[in-house]
């Protein structure tokens, strides 16, 4: 299980025997499959210009080397998303010898319907459908054959999971490109669109497109159903006017039908594929009379069911990450009850703590090793390089137990129900439902949290969730408002635990009246996004499949945040450690504390002393950079043992210091979450205003925040 | 004439036929493509905060409230 290393494979075109790109709807187990074939011989890049990754993997067999593609999944032609342009562009681009299709018998007439999208324009194409365990063997088979003779196209029913019949699909794959196979167009009945298809069709063949690889009917068809990307393909291609006469077409056929055309088409295309289950008997299979409902159903029809059941599902997740990886809350109820001396036994030994402990110990090793050489250069590798790849590696085994957690709800289905589940709530807020998958993985990382904001219904909605989902405390600020618990309610563990209640609640909050501020103010859309859904069905989630989910989203985050985090360390250990007058170990002459003190004016309202002001800017400097370097720079300029000391040496009233890490909470993306945001919406004005937009929503909460709690407090 | 009523207002337990949807363009593509054309067996197979949960096709789709105003049906029978 779980075997995940990162292995760099060296990709040489020139010796690869043929490449194969596979395609298909989401829940098919194209991962699934792909992970079968490679064997996890997997490079991961990105597709260029975005932050779609791209997952090549290597299949060597008898010394031939096959090179697989996984492409972005394809829900259909007009979500318009990002993932589907990447697929069909690449399709349409041709440098592949071989695209495998995938279908699934779990959701056999949808996942047809993407089939028959790609294999109507795409000719090398070979149809696999996937989870043929669910059905017999018998009828698998013949609806193999049948699916050759009725579209001319070779397929092939296999179980990625169980691996039943992948030998036979390699063996398949080969000969196929030895033989430079194409498949048969595909001949869907149109009705009344057919003469219109002929007549663009009439005007494409004037033009040299790879006949071996795309299918002018495929073009015709989609150019009436206003693809944009084939749209744009062949405008690229025919002179202007012709493209002018191929729109006359699509006006006229329009006109004259006096009906939507895509609409026609959709529905072609399903009476197509109805007509061939129905003449086999894997019907049986997909025409079930009644559904059976599941616990997670029954339970989610009971008034207030999905909110008692997400809740369920999510407490008892974190409370599993926190344990493992902070001991955070298992070491407040050991000092609660008492038991000290266990409480920081177990601080201690969490992930989080052994791993910080390892590189305290190697820093120190090296300087011990080191100390004849002169000091910055000692300093920049100890407390610059070291730091900064333990930062990264310090975020790994959270990163990757969040993302366990995630890829079992995922590949379970039950994620999809907490989606439907919480759609009520979060559509008061401008949200829809699908905010629940990004909202739970920023608990762990709001890295890929903004990246899962593709699953968006458009543009606005991710939109919104991109500029809201740097609210929700991350890990990294749970370790920084752990510190200040501490250094607040020192022996109080439960003032500790309720402070940082208040935390997640604050944020949580906040982050879901954001998606109200974006949407109705910022957009100015006066409804909040709807929800259309599959619900897969509920399994028991595979060990493999998960393990490679979480796999797959570490390395992403390893690929994005780490190189930023490590790159900013070391910046931030050379403006604490020069300054005017070149290298120094005190912070009053450092650049650091030059910029730090550009924050104290702001400070002003919460009575904070002038001569910290600089120490607490330059801390919320360094937590923009990776929001739990807040601490170590505040154990560093204050010259403490450990960042609970070094909390407690700037004095702070108990007012100023739940205000501080009420502020340290919301502020600003970190950098990392940042350049993802920067990624996703491709425009700096968005950046900026995400910048701008939390500064100002964390300060005005913050001043409400202490200027509440000095009523209470002192 | 045939009644004609919106989505959100079916019976848990019974089968209808998809008469029109009247959403925007783009909402509109997005439904059909999840398998309601208009003609479309649509059988409603449960209810719950706002959302109708349809099985189409032998697939399960969950719809929210405001989607399923926008689908025109009439009862099959």
């Not at chain 1, 020069?578 to 910029?595: A, K, L, N, R």
């Amino acid at each position: 299980m779980l075997r995940g290393k990162v292995k760099t494979i060296e990709i040489n075109r020139e010796e690869i025997d043929g490449v194969i790109a596979l395609v298909g709807a989401t829940n098919v187990g194209k991962s699934t499959l792909f992970n079968v074939l490679t064997r996890q011989n997997v490079k991961v890049s990105n597709w260029p210009g975005t932050t779609v990754s791209k997952h090549e993997g290597l299949l060597e067999i008898d010394g031939e080397k096959y090179l697989f593609i996984d492409l972005p999944g394809i829900h259909g032609y007009y979500g318009l998303t990002l993932d589907e342009s990447i697929s069909k562009n690449y399709l349409l681009e041709g440098s592949y010898d071989l695209v495998i299709v995938i279908g699934d018998y779990s959701d056999l007439v949808r996942s047809l319907y993407t089939v028959i999208l790609v294999s109507e324009t795409f000719l090398k194409n070979l149809i696999v459908i996937n989870k043929s365990d669910l059905i017999d063997q018998k009828s698998s088979q013949e609806f193999d054959e049948l699916i050759s003779k009725r579209l001319g196209v070779e397929s092939i029913s296999i179980s990625a999971i169980k691996e039943n019949n992948i030998d036979h699909l390699i063996k398949r794959i080969k000969t196929l490109i030895k033989n430079k196979y194409s498949a048969h167009e595909i001949y869907v009945n149109y009705g009344d669109l057919e003469k219109y298809i002929q007549n663009i069709i009439e005007v494409l063949s004037k033009y040299s497109f790879d006949r071996s690889k795309i299918s002018l009917r495929g073009l015709a068809v989609n150019f009436l159903a206003e693809d944009p990307d084939i749209e744009s393909f062949i405008a690229k291609t025919v002179s202007k006017e012709d493209h002018r006469k191929l729109l006359e077409i699509r006006l006229t056929a329009k006109k004259e039908l006096n009906r939507d055309l895509t609409e026609i088409i959709i529905s072609s295309r399903y009476a197509f594929i109805e007509d061939l289950i129905k003449r086999s008997s894997v019907a049986k299979y997909v025409y079930k009379e009644t559904y059976e409902k599941t616990w997670i159903d029954k339970i989610m029809e009971k008034p207030m069911g999905s909110a008692i059941l997400l809740l369920g599902i999510l407490f008892s997740l974190f409370l599993l990450i926190f344990i493992i990886n902070t001991g955070f809350p298992l070491n407040i109820i050991f000092s609660l009850i008492g038991l000290e001396d266990i409480a920081t036994v177990i601080e201690e030994n969490s992930l989080s703590g052994l791993l910080s402990k390892a590189f305290e110990y190697l820093s120190d090793y090296i300087k011990s090793l080191m100390s004849s050489y002169p000091e910055p250069l000692v300093g920049l590798l100890t407390d610059g390089i070291i730091a900064g790849v333990g930062a990264v590696i310090a975020f790994i085994p959270l990163i990757y137990l969040v993302s366990l957690g995630f890829a079992i709800l995922e590949d379970s289905g039950v994620a999809t129900r907490l989606a439907v589940g919480l759609h009520k709530t979060f559509s008061r807020f401008g949200f829809s439902g699908r905010y629940a998958y990004p909202m739970f993985v920023s608990l762990g990382c709001n890295v890929p949290g903004v990246m899962l904001s593709r699953g968006a219904f458009d543009s606005r909605e991710r939109l919104a969730q991109i500029l809201s989902i740097p609210f929700i405390p991350c890990q990294a600020r749970l370790i920084v408002a752990l510190a200040v618990a501490q250094a607040l309610f020192s022996g109080e563990p439960l003032y500790q635990a309720l402070l940082i209640l208040w935390i997640y609640i604050l944020g949580i909050m906040i982050s879901l009246i954001s998606g109200f501020i974006i949407r109705r103010l910022v957009l100015k859309e006066r409804y909040s996004p709807e929800l259309i859904i599959d619900l897969p069905r509920i399994h028991r989630p595979y060990a493999k499949v998960v393990g490679w989910i979480s796999w797959s989203y570490t390395k992403e985050f390893l690929i994005r945040a780490g190189v930023v985090i490590f790159i900013l360390s070391i910046f931030i250990w050379f403006i604490t450690n020069f300054g005017p007058e070149g290298y120094t170990t005190e912070f009053s002459q450092s650049y650091g504390y030059i910029i730090g003190s550009y924050v104290t004016p702001f400070l002003k309202p919460f009575n904070i002393n002038n001569s910290i002001g600089p120490i607490i800017g330059l801390a919320f400097l360094q937590g923009f950079v990776a929001k739990e370097g807040l601490l170590s720079t505040l154990t560093i300029i204050t010259g403490s043992e450990d960042p609970v000391s070094a909390i407690n040496s700037l004095q702070l009233t108990a007012s100023q210091m739940i205000s501080i890490l009420t502020f340290g909470m919301l502020y600003v993306p970190c950098l990392a979450t940042l350049s993802v945001i920067y990624q996703e919406t491709r425009s700096w004005r968005w950046t900026l205003f995400s910048i701008i937009y939390m500064l100002s929503i964390a300060y005005i909460v913050t001043l409400i925040t202490y200027h509440t709690l000095i009523i209470f407090m002192r | 004439m045939m009644t004609q009523l919106t989505l959100d207002m079916g019976e848990i337990g019974r089968r209808y036929n998809v008469v029109g949807i009247n959403a925007g363009r783009g909402l509109t593509e997005k439904i059909m493509e999840m398998g309601i054309v208009p003609g479309t067996e649509i059988k409603i197979i449960s209810r719950f905060g706002g959302h109708v949960i349809v099985m189409v096709r032998g697939s399960v789709i969950a719809l929210s409230r405001g989607i399923s105003r926008k689908i025109l049906i009439s009862p099959l029978e």
